[in-house]
Structures are given as C-alpha cells and as structure tokens.
C-alpha cells in the first residue's frame, strides 16, 4: 500500500513509525513532513493546507490511503476533496471537523446534548465581551473560536488577564479570524485527562488516557505551549472516572454527532477536567493530539493501519484494538525562549540507538546534519513496567541528546506520580 500522511509535526513522526510496522504498507509520503520525519518517509513539500496540491499529489501518485493528522487540514475539508478522488482517509468530513474547527458549535453541541462542560457565553463583540467581564467569576478562560495551534485557550486569573485576553484575541487578532468569536466560560478545577478514541461513527474505542503538560515551564509556570511533555495512562482517569466519561461524554458525544447528521470517522480527542463533580469536556479535537501520540501509540500492540481501515470501512467493532499494561513518558526538547522568540538553524545530535523513540517535531535537514527548525524540536519518549520507570528513561534519553539552546521541563509526569503515591499510602 502507499500511504500519504499529511501534516509534519512529532505526532505525524509517531503515526508513521506504526505505521510501517504493517508489512502490507511499501510506501509513505509526509506532506510536509520535517527533516526527521524524511529518515522514515519520503517528504513532499506540499503545505498541509494546499488541499487542491494534496489531492493532485495523491491522485498523481495512485496514494492508496490517506491519513489527514492536523487539525486545519480537516477543518478545511481535506477528507471530503480526497474522497471525491475516490482517496479513502483517515480522519472526519468537515461537517464533522467542525467539533474542534469551531468553540462555538462544540459548546452549543454539548448543551444542547446535555453532555457536562463548564458554563460559557459567546461574544462576536469586544467590548460586549469586556462589559460582560466587570461582573464575570474570575478565574475564567477566554478561548479563540477557531483553531490557534493549541494556544487558543488562555487561563486568566485576574480581571485585567481576561480583559487583555480579549483585546489580544478580538482586536489584535493574534489567531487571525479564529479569534472573530470567542468564547468566555467557568473555569473549573482539577486533573485534565486526553482520552483519544478511535471510533467509525458507531463504535468508539477510547485509547489508552494520558496526561498533557501545557505551560512552558516547571510547576506549570509560564505561558501556554502547545505541550512540553505527557505521560501515560494517566493515573487519575480511573476505573469509575472511565465508566463516567464513557456514560455522560464519550457514548453520547458520538450519538450526537451522528444524529446531527455528522457522523465521525477516525481520531476523536476528548480534552477532559476532572472536577469534584466528575469528568467535563475541556474542549474536543478532531485528530490525535499532540505530544499526547507520541505516548499512546508506542503502547499499542494492535495494527494501527487495520484499525485506522476499519474506522474508515465501519466495521470497528470487528478489529482488535489492545494497548500494553506498561506505561510511558514524552519530554518535549525544545528552543529556549519557545512559544516567544527562540534561535533555529542549530546542529541535532541523536545517538543512533535512541533514534526509534524520538518523534521530530521542528527540524530540517542540511545535507546530512539535522538542524532545529521549530520551537518545540523533539519528543523523546520512553516505556517502562510503570510509570515511575517511563520517566526515570525518558530523562536518561533526553541527557543523551543535545542541540544548542536545547530546554526542556524537567517535571514532567511529576505531579502523576505523587498522586500514584499518594493512592499507594
């Protein structure tokens, strides 16, 4: 089979390397693709959001199978132009897309489905927006409507925090027209938890929970990212936390979409706060998240390509999907000064016996040398028995690989593990 996969972060490097682990698969496309991903792919300088270029490469190319992995790409319709060429994929529609593509619908769609998330109110106008905010609960969370790259959603602890996050938002335009809504809602309280699902529509099949680690700098201090790190199976989406979610979020989520008339085939991501009263959606993407991928799909023993083909076909519900009992950690290397200002353009050094567990994110390559491009660079991930062992490996890598202005958390599944003891005592 040829596949083409589209999109060139470290999360579409983790989707690839399982990828090839079916033997059917003879080739893969990474359109973009980074310089790290061309060790493991060919790389096609088609950008992500060139849908008219994706579909006249995949047709010119006779590409077998799609696999749509970012966020704009799908919102865009990327599946739906691919399908009209007779290209099966990998990833929802865009009626479907629209979960993530916009805050507003997803908001809408879970109050009117009575699925739990917090309270909110929608503005088109700033200083509504700004007026509402004089007697709003603070703390509260201003999110841009459209996608922003992970960094739409800003945590304001103070009055004067959400006023600057509208005026950033709405008149300064900082995500462009992603910010022409925005949505200002409750801020809730506790443990956040990534449940990635496969589902074909019907079947849902949620993979193993991991946990994100947003803000730039240890104790999550410092602005939002679009992740520094993860862990999995995050110890705090337990047995009844799980039997939760899939009864009041993920079942009825998915029979909603398909009632409205938007069925949803491939990855659906569920963003989860779990709050003294139980799991509420954070928000929904529609595609793996990312580094969230780069820990869940190293613990998958089944056939990732068999699974994602059954999503598409429909029989999901007829394909084994099992994960190992042992747990993992991603740190995110990155440039110093990244989500701001950071320095590119210096040397990667990877020693070759590390090179099947570090997903590249922002690199490209000079000749032969592989230099940082981006400002989150490298997931480095481990497995281990345990979590406590995941961890302990992932920073043993980490201190084994280097770059200039290399920066990384060094706290990273820290909280987890405390919480994990404390459960023990």
């Known amino acids: 089979m040829k596949i083409m996969v589209v999109g060139g972060g470290g999360r579409e490097h983790a989707i690839i390397k399982k990828l090839a682990e079916n033997s059917s698969v003879e080739k893969i496309y990474c359109l973009p693709g980074n310089g790290g991903i061309a060790a493991d792919a060919e790389c096609v300088p088609i950008s992500s959001t060139d849908i008219p270029a994706i579909v006249s490469f995949a047709k010119d190319n006779a590409v077998d199978y799609a696999v749509v992995a970012q966020d ?57 927006a700004l007026e509402y905010l004089e007697t709003a609960k603070i703390p509260t969370v201003v999110k841009a409507d459209g996608p922003a790259l992970g960094k739409g959603a800003l945590v304001c602890m103070t009055k004067d925090e959400a006023k600057n996050a509208v005026h950033e938002i709405m008149q300064d335009k900082k995500f462009g027209a992603s910010g022409d809504r925005i949505v200002i809602e409750e801020f809730m309280t506790g443990p956040e938890v990534s449940v990635l699902s496969f589902t074909d529509g019907e079947t849902v099949i949620p993979m193993v929970p991991s946990t994100d680690h947003k ?21 705090y989406y337990t047995p009844e936390v799980h039997k939760q979610a899939m009864e ?16 949803f085939k491939g990855c659906l991501y569920f963003g989860l706060m779990i709050t003294p009263e139980g799991p509420k959606v954070v928000e929904y993407n529609c595609r793996f998240g990312d580094p969230e991928t780069q820990v ?22 007829d394909v084994p999907v099992e994960f190992s009992d042992g747990a993992a950690c991603c740190v995110i290397m990155a440039s110093s000064g990244y989500p701001e200002k950071y320095e ?52 043993k890598k980490c201190e084994k690989i280097s770059f200039e202005n290399a920066y990384y958390r060094r706290d990273i599944g820290k909280k987890a593990l405390e919480f994990l003891h404390r459960q023990r005592r």
């Not at 990877?350 to 940082?372: C, E, F, H, M, Q």
């Open 344 to 395: 590119k353009g210096f040397e990667i050094t990877i020693p070759d016996g590390l090179k099947s567990s570090v997903y590249v994110a922002g690199a490209k390559l000079d000749g032969n040398r592989l230099l940082t491009s981006g400002g989150r660079v490298l997931g480095v991930t481990a497995c281990g028995k345990d979590l406590e062992e995941a961890v302990a490996e992932a920073y």
């Open 215 to 235: 803000r730039a700098h240890d104790n999550d201090e410092g602005l939002n990212t679009g992740g520094m790190g993860t862990v999995a199976p995050s110890p």
């Open 72 to 128: 704009d790409p799908l919102v865009m319709g990327c599946v739906d132009e691919l399908n009209a060429v007779g290209v099966p994929c990998f990833g929802p529609d865009k009626k479907a897309a629209i979960i993530e593509g916009s805050k507003v619908f997803s908001k809408d769609f879970m109050r009117r489905n009575n699925i739990p998330t917090a309270e909110y109110e929608v503005f088109t106008d700033a200083e509504k």
């Open 248 to 263: 009041r979020i993920i079942l009825p989520t998915v029979k909603a979409m398909k009632a409205e008339g938007r069925p």
């Open 296 to 317: 869940v799909l190293p613990l998958l023993k089944s056939d990732l390509l068999n699974i994602m083909l059954a999503t598409t076909n429909g029989n999901l519900k």
